[in-house]
């Protein structure tokens, strides 16, 4: 879906921490895939129960939301990060220059331009892009952008752009390396520092400015097979069950996976999957509240490869090697497999570096109320049809507990605990907010164990529910 910007996102969050309400601190925004596919081709989205459902465009995520500043920058209010609008085009340079280029910028009257992480870069990504058809992978409307001239001896997808991020282990034959997104292609991998034996300059520079705690994850083991992290407001299966599968058979796995208490779990997108690397771990790039990983761990995403149907995205947590098993792309790359067929057709791998095909790749599930199911129509965000708090998860809890609620239009909302002999302990949230799901995250440390209760008025309506602390 290409950016609108008088979009207005109806599936909003909120975060209780130490008393101060927050916006989430990391939002994943969408692909922009609005069309469904099997293992080959374009097909209406199937219903639930069918093959191929709980793919990327059956779910709307957080949509594009730029604002051209025209001065050269371009403001991204979902992650507020300010962008350069025009990168170095027709002057390409070498890894260690883009830091110099970032630190004598003055674009739209700032010096304090930075290079991406590539958790920033990746936010850019529009995956409607098509190289058949000359459709880069980020929205023109707003960035300019160019296809590299062919006649220079670079080819068509040679559209690198870097990031400040640098590859823990190297590639190859032992090369640094650092991770960049290709807006010509769509793949993200990890790029040779020194760009060869001659140095010659290769990459394009889109840097940007503005907070640096963009991207940064907030893990919370719940104790039950599941992970919350709140910057995201997203949930994880903690551990894979260890089955490699083909695509459909990873969606059907998902839609109908039950744990925790949820049977809402899905197959993430690949921007969801990308935002739980950990990109500062060699092989498996991936915190540790997760358990353990096979090092060369790839696993599948809900995100169909557009400009090429027969393939699916796929995040290498482990290191993306070639069929002989050298790291040709590093741990944390966002690559593309075919949906279907025998790996062992590919002997020598696939590419100019012969990247190893598995086909059958493992699966780690996600849930969240900010990403509703639409099923087959995208023509509208469902919203919530009736004011609702859930029973608060955990619970028992010792330290922190989430609740979560729904209001169908804006509202004054207001939530507050109450011990078990009536008396507020603390007011959540007190304040108007957006038609939407919602959560609140309570920090219990300063009470004592026992019983207690929190309330919900909205629009008129009451509710009170209890919960326990366990400590």
């Keep these: 879906m290409r950016t609108n910007n008088s979009v207005i996102l109806a599936l909003t969050f909120t975060i209780m921490s130490a008393g101060v309400t927050m916006a989430l601190d990391y939002v994943v925004v969408e692909t922009g895939l609005e069309t469904c596919f099997d293992n080959f081709v374009e097909i209406p989205c199937p219903a639930e129960g069918e093959p191929f459902y709980g793919q990327d465009a059956q779910y709307q ?33 070498t890894w260690n220059e ?25 936010s850019l990504a529009d995956f409607t892009g098509n190289i058949n058809t000359m459709t880069p992978y980020i929205d023109t409307n707003y960035f300019d952008f160019e296809y590299p001239d062919t006649t220079d001896g670079d080819r068509i997808i040679d559209a690198q752009y870097v990031s400040s991020t640098q590859y823990v282990e190297t590639i190859f034959h032992g090369d640094e390396g650092f991770f960049g997104f290709n807006f010509a292609d769509g793949r993200l991998k990890c790029y040779p520092i020194l760009n060869g034996p001659n140095g010659v300059p290769r990459w394009y520079v889109r840097c940007l400015r503005g907070r640096e705690d963009y991207s940064i994850n ?26 490699a599968r083909n695509w459909e058979d990873a969606l059907s796995y998902s839609a109908n996976l039950e744990l925790a208490g949820y049977d809402d779990w899905r197959l993430p997108d ?93 699966v780690r599930c996600v849930r969240s109320e900010g990403a509703t199911n639409i099923g087959d129509d995208r023509s509208s965000i469902q919203r919530p049809d009736q004011i609702s708090i859930s029973q608060n998860y955990p619970n028992p809890f010792n330290a922190n507990t989430i609740i979560r609620y ?37 920090n219990a440390d300063l009470v004592p164990s026992g019983m207690y209760f929190y309330r919900i008025k909205a629009g008129g309506y009451t509710e009170t529910r209890k919960m326990v602390v366990l400590k």
């Design 61 to 93: 995520g957080i949509p594009f939301a730029y604002q051209d500043n025209n001065d050269g920058t371009i403001t991204d209010h979902n992650t507020d990060l300010m962008w350069q609008k025009t990168p170095n085009l027709g002057n390409k340079l």
């Design 98 to 122: 883009a830091f110099d280029y970032a630190d004598t910028l003055t674009v739209g009257g700032h010096a304090d331009w930075r290079l991406p992480t590539i958790k920033e870069l990746l």
């Design 406 to 442: 729904s209001i169908p239009s804006a509202s004054a909302v207001a939530i507050d605990i109450y011990d078990i002999l009536g008396y507020k302990v603390e007011t959540l949230i007190q304040a108007k907010q957006q038609a939407g799901y919602h959560q609140i995250v309570w």
């Design 270 to 362: 690949a921007k969801q999957l990308q935002s739980i690397v950990d990109y500062s771990r060699p092989a498996p790039a991936i915190d540790t509240v997760f358990g353990t990983m096979d090092d060369e761990g790839w696993f599948w995403s809900s995100t169909t490869f557009y400009e090429h149907p027969r393939d699916a995205m796929y995040v290498a947590f482990g290191r993306a090697v070639n069929y002989r098993g050298i790291d040709v792309h590093g741990a944390g790359a966002l690559r593309s497999d075919p949906k279907s067929g025998d790996p062992d057709e590919y002997p020598f791998g696939r590419g100019p570096q012969h990247d190893e095909v598995r086909i059958y790749n493992y």
């Design 218 to 243: 907030s893990f919370v083991d719940n104790g039950d097979g599941t992970i919350s992290d709140l910057a995201t407001g997203l949930m994880w299966q903690k551990s894979d069950d260890g089955e």
